[in-house]
C-alpha cells in the first residue's frame, strides 16, 4: 500500500477523566492499526534540536507528546504537511515510506513513539536522496 502524507492525521484516543485526573489507553491493533512491537521515548531535547530526518521502509508508528509539544514534519515525497502536537491523548499516525522530522520542541517535552517492528537499522531510510529516488520507483 502507498501512503501519502493524508494518512498521516492526529487521531484522539480514548480519554478518561474524573477529579483525579485524566488516563488514557493505547491497544495495538484496535486503537493502533498495527500490533505493537516496540515503544520508545525521546526527551531532554536541547533547544532547536531536531529528531528523525528519515523513512522506514516497512514500519508504521504513532507518535504521541506526552508532555509538552513540538512539530512533525511528513513529507511523502510529492507533498509535505505539518502537525503539532501537544496533547497527551492525541497520537499522529506515520506509516512507511514517509519521510518525518520532529523540531520546534518545547523545554521538559516527552514524545512517545509506538512501533509495529522491532529495531532494524536496516528498515531506515537515512538519506533524502535515496528516499526519493525510491518513491520515485514505485507504480
Ligand atoms: P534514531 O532512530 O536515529 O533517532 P531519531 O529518529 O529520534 O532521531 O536513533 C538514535 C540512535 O538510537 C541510533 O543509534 C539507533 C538507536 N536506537 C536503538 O538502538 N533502538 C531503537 O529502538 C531506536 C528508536 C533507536
Known amino acids: 500500500m502507498i501512503h501519502t502524507v493524508s494518512d498521516c492525521q492526529p ?9 483525579r485526573g485524566n488516563l488514557t489507553f493505547v491497544e495495538g491493533e484496535r486503537d493502533v492499526p498495527f500490533p505493537i512491537r516496540r515503544a520508545y521515548w ?7 534540536e531536531e529528531r528523525g530526518g528519515h523513512a522506514y521502509r516497512r514500519l508504521h508508528e504513532v ?5 509538552g509539544s513540538f512539530e512533525v514534519h511528513v513529507d511523502d515525497g ?8 501537544s496533547r497527551g491523548y492525541v497520537g499522529l499516525f506515520v506509516p512507511n515510506m514517509i519521510w518525518r522530522q520532529l523540531e520546534s520542541f ?31 520507483r514505485r507504480p
Request: net charge negative; hydrophobic share 35%.
Open 63 to 67: 507518535i504521541i507528546a506526552l508532555s
Open 11 to 19: 487521531t484522539p484516543f480514548s480519554k478518561v477523566s474524573d477529579p
Open 78 to 85: 510529492s507533498r509535505r504537511a505539518t502537525h503539532l502536537l
Open 42 to 48: 525521546i526527551y531532554g531535547v536541547p533547544g532547536g
Open 106 to 136: 518545547s523545554t521538559n517535552a516527552v514524545c512517545l513513539i509506538l512501533a509495529s517492528e522491532h529495531y532494524d537499522e536496516d528498515d531506515y531510510i537515512r538519506d533524502y536522496g535515496d528516499f526519493r529516488a525510491l518513491q520515485e
